[in-house]
């Protein structure tokens, strides 16, 4: 009777106590009810990339790396390259004066080697992730060089003959061509980027080094900036070996196909490797219903694709994220746009299907 007793009341209190739980959870977490990854058929992007003999890989980010087991197994199974999506920014890895925090870099470099993945440098100097500690510190030009300097070399230092790439220098070109106004050029000069790769070429001599930057697909001004810039490296001797293309793409500012080509050829002709590298589409601007939108980005990532496969020396399409259901767009714009080849529940899109077809058929 007693035993009766207590477990009725242990029922009457525990059960509210479970549907408010139940209820919190859903109310903390609305737009995610749980997901299991989806297997695909036949073969992965990564074993048909490797046939083909490119990289094949995506942005990473910290926050659904560490708490979404789906997200880790689709990560594994399709990509062999790991791009750090924001780790090892400066402000993240260098937030205070010499101090350094390499946590997340090392947890995603672990998981790398774990699963025979590549993990890609990005970036090492950045106008957009500088921490308030370097403007604030109203440093002269030889402290800023002695900034840049022991950052390049600390961070790539650390990983010395494990990361085959690296972005020394991302986005210094203006819209016009010319050398964006960042605080590097304002402290150090134009001199900063020769010193950047020289330096980074000496924290690790093995790394190919790469110069990166965004709506440089074509041959425009902005495109014929990077050109002049690095050709200059090149016959300057300055250790430089790829050109990495963004290609933060939308449906209603596709690339001209021919002007990619062209593109690519006249960077590779410089000696040059080139990679797509932070490739994205946004489906919000274009004409149709949703099933064409996605049918049209499918059918602009296997054009990409294809430029590089029948290029000289495309070495890599990289893209920045795989589902859409983490994606930075989402905080550019301030709604999804469907930019990636997982949807929100990791299904393969129709761009999935399209890259393994262009990667299957070699062209
Ligand atoms: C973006 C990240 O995706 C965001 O999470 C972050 O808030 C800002 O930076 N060009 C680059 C990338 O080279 O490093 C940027 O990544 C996107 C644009």
């Known amino acids: 009777m007693k035993s009766r007793l207590i477990l009725a009341l242990a029922v009457f209190l525990l059960v509210p106590i479970f ?12 737009t995610s009810p749980p997901v299991a990854a989806v297997e695909t058929s036949g073969d992965s992007l990564r074993s048909l990339a490797q046939k083909q003999g490119i990289g094949i890989g995506t942005a990473v980010d910290t926050a659904p790396f560490k708490n979404d087991p789906n997200y880790r197994e689709v990560l594994a199974r399709e990509f062999n390259v790991l791009i750090p999506e924001n780790a090892w920014k400066f402000e993240v890895v260098h937030p205070t004066p010499g101090e ?51 950052h390049i070399y600390t961070v790539m230092g650390r990983y010395r003959g494990q990361i085959p790439v690296w972005d020394v220098v991302n986005e210094a070109i203006n819209r016009d061509g010319s ?15 020769d010193m950047a790769f020289r330096w980074a070429h000496e924290a690790d001599p093995q790394a190919k080094l790469f110069y990166g930057d965004y709506m440089i697909e074509e041959i425009n001004h902005k495109s014929d900036g990077v050109y002049n810039l690095v050709s ?24 001209n196909l021919d002007s990619l080509t062209k593109n690519f050829e006249r960077f590779n002709q410089l000696g040059l490797d080139m990679q797509f590298t932070e490739l994205d589409m946004k489906i919000q601007d274009g004409q149709g219903s949703r099933e064409e939108r996605l049918a049209k980005q499918a059918q602009a990532y296997k054009d990409l694709f294809q430029v590089c496969l029948r290029a ?4 890599a399409m990289l893209m920045w994220g ?23 529940s990791y299904r393969p ?7 393994k077809e262009v990667l299957a058929s070699g062209s």
């Open 232 to 255: 200059q490296l090149v016959q300057r001797g300055v250790p430089v070996d790829g050109v990495g293309i963004q290609g933060h793409l939308g449906l209603s500012c596709l690339p």
């Open 322 to 344: 795989f589902t859409d259901r983490y994606t930075w767009i989402a905080n550019v714009t301030g709604e999804v746009e469907a930019p990636l080849i997982f949807d929100e």
């Open 179 to 193: 050398l964006r106004d960042t605080i590097w050029l304002r402290s150090i000069g134009p001199e900063y980027v």
């Open 100 to 150: 350094y925090d390499f946590t997340q870099i090392d947890a995603l470099i672990e998981f790398a080697k774990e699963h025979k993945m590549q993990v890609r440098g990005h970036p090492l100097v950045w106008h957009y992730s500088v921490p308030k500690w370097v403007p604030q510190g109203n440093f002269n030009r030889d402290q800023m060089i002695a900034i840049l300097r022991e």
């Open 19 to 30: 549907i408010l739980l139940g209820v919190r959870s859903t109310l903390s977490n609305p």
């Open 312 to 315: 000289k020396k495309c070495t």
């Open 349 to 355: 899109k129709p761009a999935y299907d399209a890259i």
